[in-house]
């Protein structure tokens, strides 16, 4: 079910703890299956520098979470607003259908983590916004209630 780099970063994740001198904090979850994760960035001369996480959650979320870590650390801060889902899956060498919401959550999480960089530090956030929750891409319709 799991590729052997899934596991790797379950079984040994890369980067996790907390940065107290954070430049930017991102958090996300997904209600459905309860995964939760936070993102530490640590950014100079706009390179992120230091990248922990926390998260709360199955195997694949942690994964992911550690995953994001080492492809956003010495990047850019554009370059690694462009890391998606999918290029954390990928390089994980593939997740699960009913798990791609968990690399979601991982590449928001450092999205958020980079919006609240900006914010503290007075730059626009304008074309960042954030996904309003209602479905991190686990393929379900939103269904209509009226």
């Avoid at 703890?17 to 996300?28: K, R, T």
Wanted: proline share 3%.
């Amino acid at each position: 079910m799991y590729t052997g780099k899934v596991m790797d970063h379950f079984a040994n994740p890369r980067n996790v703890g907390e940065l107290s001198d954070a430049s930017g904090v991102g958090e996300v979850g997904n209600a459905v299956c309860g995964d939760i994760m936070r993102i530490y960035i640590k950014v100079e001369n706009n390179i992120i520098t230091d990248i922990k996480f926390k998260t709360f959650g199955c195997g694949a979320a942690i994964a992911t979470s550690s995953m994001v870590t080492e492809l956003a650390k010495g990047k850019t801060i554009e370059d690694a607003l462009e890391i998606s889902n999918q290029a954390v899956a990928e390089a994980l060498d593939g997740l699960p259908p009913v798990k791609m919401h968990c690399s979601n959550l991982a590449a928001d999480a450092l999205k958020a983590a980079i919006i609240d960089y900006k914010k503290k530090n007075g730059m626009s956030t304008e074309g960042l916004e954030m996904c309003p929750g209602c479905c991190h891409g686990c393929g379900k319709e939103e269904k209509n209630t009226d």
